[in-house]
């Protein structure tokens, strides 16, 4: 037998048989990893779009803030978190990295507000204390625009006021913001009704320029014609009415503040558009100046004006219709004459009121009218005292009808309005007049006459003294004697008396009380009693007035 194999043949090999196709499977161990897929890219779609917006904003530093920790919040609930702090290339400023809810999408406008909230104190306002125990968190003020954005730049301080709170924001333009500051008051009839929002310089360097924002309802009363002030600290004025004191309320004294009025007009005034533009004056006087309609006169003077001063103010019987602006002296070298030019404002106003309806308007051709119609009866200026303790002067107004007829200079600019001295000048000319009636007096020829009349009353007088010498050597010893004789008579009397009543007494004691005898004894006696009382009294007066055994006794005066 042959060890060389054998090959085999082509028939011995079987047929390929095709077996079908079979259809896809999936094994039991695949299922468990296929769920985990689906549940893992559940996920991930889910959370796909349930992630936020994320945004970057920019601070100046970052104080306070911490990535993975610190907390964004609207109206003290959280809408994201800050994810990382980095440091701008130029190193000016921190660009913080948040990442907002999908609920917060519609606060990322382009006027929404960012600031870091932390414990702050700031003239009397004190907020962020919660920051203490919770730490920093940023807060969010929401805007109001339809413009999208996710780049912002964050504020240093919390806004005054949110961007959804009611109200009206105004302009006001200032030479200087006083004590003013970010929250202070904004008043109106003593009342807070708003507070600043911003005070910033202006570019020029000239003033600055005040935001404030007034809530509603009160923005209403805010008018194209309203005024506003300063009502910081106490206002002390000494003028020629005396001493005043204004003050607002105490928060302005401490912290600053702004009111403001509307005048009293007969017409309606729309309100104030929100940003319009107004001016912030330093008092209330000044800005109730500027609220009316003004005009200028010239006020010329002869006498002196000491005591008068810019700011002083022109009265009508007890009412301000004007001020005193400026103080000027005109000196003419061809006639050495002096005179004292006093520019005056004047509130026409304040007379045309009566004289017009609510439909009409003060006109320039209606206040001259009714100030010539006036000046021609007698309407003049003078200077008068305002102020005693002060000595201050006053422009005073008021109708003088014997003065000599005048009328107002309209050709002049300002016009010249006709002045009368006033009653110090005219007090002065009197004084004058009668020291120059006392200097005419012949005081050296009344002195000779003097000399004369006292040399006859010394005469007379030496003859009065003699006279009353010789009375005093005669007269009066005649009166000793005449008194030494009427107390002896008196003396006698008291004996009589002494011895009637021993005889009394006597009687008494014999005769019966109930007898008539007795009774006539006690009438007698009673009559004898009168007598003496009579002598008494009038040994009594003859002792105090002797002479009037001579001369008589004296009436008695009523």
Not at 36 to 45: D, F, K, M
Not at 76 to 95: C, N, P, T, Y
């Amino acid at each position: 037998m042959s060890d060389t194999p054998q090959q085999p043949e082509f028939s011995d090999i079987p047929d390929a048989v095709s077996e079908p196709k079979r259809r896809f499977s999936v094994q039991l161990v695949w299922i468990i990893p296929i769920i985990a897929a689906l549940i893992g890219l559940s996920l991930a779609v889910k959370t796909f779009m349930d992630r936020g917006e994320t945004i970057t904003i920019t601070f100046k530093t970052g104080e306070g803030m911490e990535a993975g920790k610190t907390k964004i919040k609207y109206k003290d609930v959280q809408i994201g978190e800050v994810k990382g702090l980095a440091i701008a290339k130029d190193r000016s400023h921190v660009v913080v990295t948040a990442e907002l809810s999908k609920d917060a999408r519609g606060l990322l406008v382009k006027d929404t507000r960012f600031w870091v909230v932390r414990a702050r104190i700031s003239g009397g306002n004190v907020s962020g204390l919660s920051t203490l125990i919770g730490g920093s968190y940023i807060g969010v003020d929401a805007g109001t625009s339809t413009e999208q954005r996710d780049a912002f730049i964050g504020i240093e301080t919390p806004p005054a006021v949110s961007l959804d709170v009611p109200g009206s924001q105004f302009i006001l333009h200032a030479t200087d913001a006083g004590s003013l500051d970010t929250t202070s008051p904004v008043l109106y009839r003593r009342m807070q009704v708003g507070q600043v929002i911003a005070t910033e310089l202006d570019r020029d360097g000239k003033g600055v320029t005040i935001k404030v924002f007034i809530r509603s309802p009160y923005d209403q009363n805010v008018k194209s014609n309203t005024i506003f002030w300063h009502a910081s600290g106490i206002d002390l004025t000494l003028s020629t009415s005396g001493v005043k004191i204004n003050t607002e309320s105490m928060a302005s004294i401490l912290l600053g503040g702004i009111s403001f009025q509307t005048p009293q007009d007969l017409t309606e005034t729309a309100p104030a558009r929100p940003n319009s533009v107004f001016s912030l004056f330093p008092t209330r006087d000044e800005a109730l100046k500027h609220a009316e309609a003004v005009e200028t006169y010239l006020l010329v003077f002869k006498e002196s004006v000491r005591g008068l001063t810019v700011g002083a103010p022109v009265d009508l019987r007890g009412v301000t219709v004007g001020e005193v602006t400026k103080i000027n002296i005109a000196l003419n070298s061809q006639n050495s004459d002096l005179s004292i030019p006093v520019e005056i404002q004047f509130y026409p106003e304040r007379l045309l009121a009566l004289y017009r309806n609510k439909s009409q308007q003060v006109k320039p051709r209606d206040s001259r009218a009714l100030l010539d119609s006036l000046v021609a009866h007698g309407f003049r200026a003078e200077l008068k005292s305002g102020n005693l303790l002060t000595g201050q002067l006053l422009v005073a107004l008021d109708f003088f009808p014997k003065t000599p007829p005048a009328k107002i200079d309209w050709s002049t600019n300002p016009p010249r309005f006709p002045v009368i001295p006033g009653s110090m000048d005219q007090l002065q000319k009197k004084l004058m007049q009668i020291a120059q009636k006392i200097e005419k007096i012949p005081f050296e020829e009344l002195a000779g006459d003097s000399r004369k009349t006292i040399q006859s009353l010394d005469t007379t007088l030496k003859s009065a003294e003699k006279l009353l010498n010789n009375v005093d050597s005669a007269v009066i010893p005649e009166m000793r004697s005449t008194f030494k004789e009427s107390r002896q008579s008196l003396e006698d009397v008291r004996k009589t008396l002494a011895e009637t009543r021993k005889t009394l007494g006597s009687a008494n004691q014999i005769l019966d009380s109930n007898t008539p005898l007795q009774l006539d004894l006690r009438e007698t006696m009673r009559e004898l009693t009168r007598a003496a009382q009579s002598l008494r009294q009038l040994g009594d007066y003859l002792e105090q007035h002797p002479e009037s055994l001579i001369r008589g006794k004296r009436e008695d005066k009523p």
